[in-house]
């Protein structure tokens, strides 16, 4: 049944003898080299597609000595510093930075650097300051400061090692490997860098006729990652824009938007964009501007790889500022398939979505790296936590190939790891073949997340880099870790998208966050208009979920700008004169899969909440405050959760908590919603199968019931009992 | 030794026999009545002084009849209540009122009341709403709402029934009681009522020779305590001013001030001006305003007491609104003294540091009412618990008597407590006579805590009615309880004090309280003056303690505006791609009576804190938030603590803390402060004594040392190793 391929392996030199065997044993239809290994000469023998990594702007040092101008750039601030009692402030611009990595540009600074009073938010008349040292060591000077004012310097700075190549050789500790030099990068701003950059692709498509894939890893701008004094990561964003800045493309945005650019528009105080902040004006217009850049750009090196009737991939990571998959450019940059690296269900989807490409691939854990392929290892536990968090997505958008990186004569020692991945391309094969390719049936409800960012960051929100586990996110996280897994069509839509109607096209709105983050929206509710257009929404019969601090900002005597909707407000200390009398109700459609009795894990949860109206249903009470609570209001419902960390009872709660908010709960227990939480089903009616997944590590038994026509209404109800082994997944006929 | 005296207690009818053995058993030389008890016959031959309490504004239910017009008002706020899809929006202005104490006032409501959009903060005009019903089922409509904006009603509102009297009667079920009305109050402001008020005293007076005390229960205006329609509160606040406004107030404001006065100013988004918000300029006015009404004409009632050759006693409660007893104005009023409920070490400070009156006594705890004094009850716990919080805020500075209130008749049925309050009376007389009535030696470091009331609110910050215990308050209420027994001279300066340059006054400066409220300052520290006047305090040599969430208001790039000073600040989810690497160094001063390895107490915590300054020490890090942090910087030093409940340590800690922001920390061991945190030592060097308090039930032994000049500088060290009974309290000599 299972069809072979789909699969991409890393292959090295010495197993000539075993390679025909693994790739026919996974099904592997395509290898590609890891660092520091090369492709073997059977290679061309074993009939399959070869990709190769290509950088396009690092990696030539020759070209890069030479050409010193065409580094790339970012801006940073210094320190806050307080001005003394009397006298001028100097400030040592570099304290804190590394200085292999940062080197101050000091090319006609009394236009691109700033200094700012930050007691008061006012920027320093440039003849204010003055500029003493070169090089690394730089030093600022406000002649006449507000005493006991603290200042900031804002500076453009030199990249003088390549982000990537620097994390790498720091991580791995080169420092005595004489055969590595410390890359530089360059801009493909700068017209030499640019024209450069195309010939160096086609000379090396030229000579590599063998390579059918050329991955770019990837194209112009790393994301923002600069390291501290002490060489160890100072400020890391995976979505951060300050490395695509330099003075070239500042002039050409303003001549096409009509204003100037500042350095705070980068440095934004300290925050530089983060994606947590709710995004400036400017910083959305440099976004827009960067991205028809690169995204024009890498169509001509698209092109390039095209003549030579290769494919382009692109690597999801390093230096892919401004391509915005989830951009409307995208797709004219004619790349073939998109890779990144699966650690989650959010992650997975994140690279399935990518609309516009022909095909996505996940490199899922673990990598085949002495880390975790050593003695006493246990590969086997982490390929199989991987693949339980990757199958729920996979199943409800494949990803159109996966494969592994590392070194493949490590994994072969380690039999039951293999033996693993082979059941894991199977079974990955199997959602294809089964399901035809298409995506299965969602529930008949249009769910929305609503922030600051929408559809241009599709499964991206909460993210920090590395996929790093923070105290502030996981409770939120959650949320879009579940909705990978759930049968929704899940949109991001942006509050500019609520505003200009767009909710009409929802039946379930969720704002998800803290406050004063992008994601919950902060500033955003100060605009009536947004808070106007949620409350007709819900009104006219649509369901609202907020989770944490939803449309939080203190104005006008609420917290939550939607609390009379939301039924819930939180407790900052400045009501504590009100009178409170929460009562618990825990019996609801939404937690019938739980414990009544049981708190829900609500992760940091949200601080003190509390019921605002008589008519909110408080679901759960922790020490008086409002973990979940119900409201019904006007036509629609409104649902409360202060934290949701993924779970298998959260990810059900949620599941529930949509379908109780668009009024569909009747219909739950005819959607194949497993007893179990720990079992997910997903439904191609059209197949006349559904695709069951035991998500546990134990084996588990469950009922289940639906109809032969999914999630659509009409037939008979069909009730199972599914016995299920521990990670099983079976496919089931409908009917 | 011990002069008997200083004690009050509750004595009733038919007790004849037993009266004169307790009475002078526990030295009391004065006797008061309760609710429902009457001064036996025998009172006048006990040689004692009697007190009587008695009511100026309610319970004389004929005048309040005849005169409605007299009864006090209030400001209320209706519920937010949406305007729909189309149409005009009805508001019921009285859903969630007690309909028995609320009554609409429509006189003249164009003028007083207010219909606010409060979804944009827009005052509808006038003519914009009308006005249906009358009595207590009122109906606002607003005619052209915009639709899914949010709306509310301000409304004045009579206070048809007492408030005190209200909340006895409803507590105590006196619905089947016909002897009881529901009582009405009348307002001084009424010209009538206010006649009526002197008159009614003079002939009380004169019909009661054997009274040689009148206590005030209390004068005008009750506290704000509002009902919800289920006969609970609804709102109550211990400092509210709304129930002393009425139409003749408000013009007579306008005439003195200049400006109109809106009900706004009094609902204040439904906050109500709440003491945890940072008041307005209008309501500090307003304070004024009634101040000086309130006490002008307390002082007419006092002088008639005084006529009549009584004492006028205040009792520190219910309708004291406007007395302000650490106002300028409290003085002059001529009132003898003030009484007050006892319930901890900082509300025993409250009364006893009240300036400009002859004494202070303390109520002390437990009541004798049925609800202890039952089989079963423990009034001996309840009396130790009381007493050892009481005692160590007593050693600082003496209240002038103590006294118990209820049923005698009760208490002598539990043998064992009456001999425990003839051991604290005793002893509390000892402090009185060893000590010489003077306020033992403080330690040479002038502290001050900072906030938005300053002085007016001394002791009575972070407080909410009743003494309850808050979720949102008690790390913070921790810091002046345990500051009410540690040998400071305590003053409390507000915002408007330091940047008046007030600062210089004082060697440590405390900022306590979460973000928004008046306490920490929220929008306060937006006047960059306020930031420099603290930064150059700490420039200059001072110490800045900041606890919780001091100095916050997100703006700039910072969340503490003293972030710089105090080495933290707050992540709130915007800047987690900044990495942060922070380390526990735990051994300091502050911390070195307690174990390096133990976690602190802080409470609720403040979120998640991190160090900003590489030279900021962190003492205490719990999951990479910083707990305890210290730093110097120029030649001043800063403390931060997340929270501080109080606990033994903790007050221990924040000694400590204090030392060390004052650089003092080379004194300490010779300060007479125990090994011990348990125990306190109250030094009287002129008496050439010291009284040690064992603060546990447990005995205990304790080394201390410390010199003959107590907490002055020079002469030889003692040490000492004192071996303390289970609440022993001792006098020792110095030297």
Known sequence: MNAKGRVTLPIEQGMDDQLPGILSRLGADAVRNSDGTWLPEITAQLGVKVYETYFPAR?????????????????????????????????DIMKGYYKLQVEPDQGNLRRWWEVIDRTTG??????????????????????????????????????VWDSTQMYNYITNNWWDDESRVREIGYDARHPVAWEFMK????????????????????????????????????????FGYSTSVNPLAMEAFEQEYGYQLRAEDFVDQGFYNSSFRVPSKVFRDWIEFTTRFVCSRVKELVD?????????????????????????????????????????????????????????????????????FRPGGDPLAEANESWLLARRAIARKPLDR???????????QFPDFMARVEQICDEFRSIHD????????????????????????????????HALWYKQIYSYLGVIEALAGLPFDLKFISFDDARDGRLADFDVVLNVGAAETAFSGGSEWLDESLAVALRRFVHEGGGLIGIGEPTAVLANGAYFQLSDVLGVDKELGISLSTDRYPVEQPQHFITADLDDAAKVDVGEGAGDIFAVND?????????????????????????????????????????????????????FDAHWVPSDPGVEIAVFP????????????????????????????????TALTLDLEPMESRWIDLA
Not at 617 to 629: F, M, W
Not at 639 to 655: K, Q, T
């Open 59 to 91: 990696g030539q040092q020759d070209f890069a000595l030479a050409n010193p101008d065409a580094r790339p750039r970012f801006y940073l601030m210094s320190e806050r510093v307080a001005a003394p009692a009397t006298g001028p402030l100097s400030i």
């Open 122 to 159: 006012e920027v320093v008349p440039v003849d204010g300051w003055t500029v003493e040292g070169e090089g690394v060591d730089v030093t600022v000077t406000v002649a006449e400061p507000v005493p006991f004012h603290v200042y900031t310097v804002n500076f453009l700075a030199w990249q």
């Open 199 to 238: 010939s160096s692709l086609r000379a090396w498509c030229e000579e590599r006729p063998e390579v059918d894939v050329v991955r770019f890893t990837t194209f112009f701008y790393h994301f923002t990652l600069v390291f501290n004094d002490l060489g160890k990561e100072k400020y890391v964003d995976w």
């Open 304 to 372: 390039i790889v095209h003549e030579f009737g290769k494919e382009a991939l692109m690597f999801l990571g390093d230096n892919w500022m401004g391509t915005e998959p989830y951009g409307e450019l995208f797709a004219s940059t004619g790349i073939d398939g998109v890779v990144g690296s699966v650690g989650s269900s959010a992650t997975c989807r994140m690279i399935s979505d990518i609309p516009g490409v022909k095909f996505t691939e996940g490199r899922f854990l673990p990598h085949f790296f002495p880390d975790v």
């Open 402 to 412: 996966i494969g592994y990186g590392g070194y493949l004569s490590l994994a072969v």
């Open 434 to 465: 089964e399901g035809q390719g298409r995506r299965p049936q969602d529930a008949p409800i249009r769910v929305a997340i609503l922030n600051a960012w929408g559809r241009k960051r599709t499964w991206m929100t909460h993210m920090v880099a």
């Open 615 to 667: 008519d909110t249903q408080i679901l759960r009470l922790t020490d008086k405050s409002v973990d979940l609570a119900t409201r019904e209001t006007g036509n629609g419902r409104a649902v409360y959760v202060a934290g949701l960390p993924y779970s298998f009872d959260n990810a059900r709660l949620l599941h529930r908590a949509i379908y109780w908010a668009a009024g569909r709960e009747a219909d």
């Open 686 to 717: 059209e197949a006349g199968k559904a695709f069951v997944m035991n998500n546990r590590t134990d084996a588990t038994s469950t009922t289940v019931s639906g109809r032969a026509k999914g999630l659509a209404d009409g037939g008979d109800l």
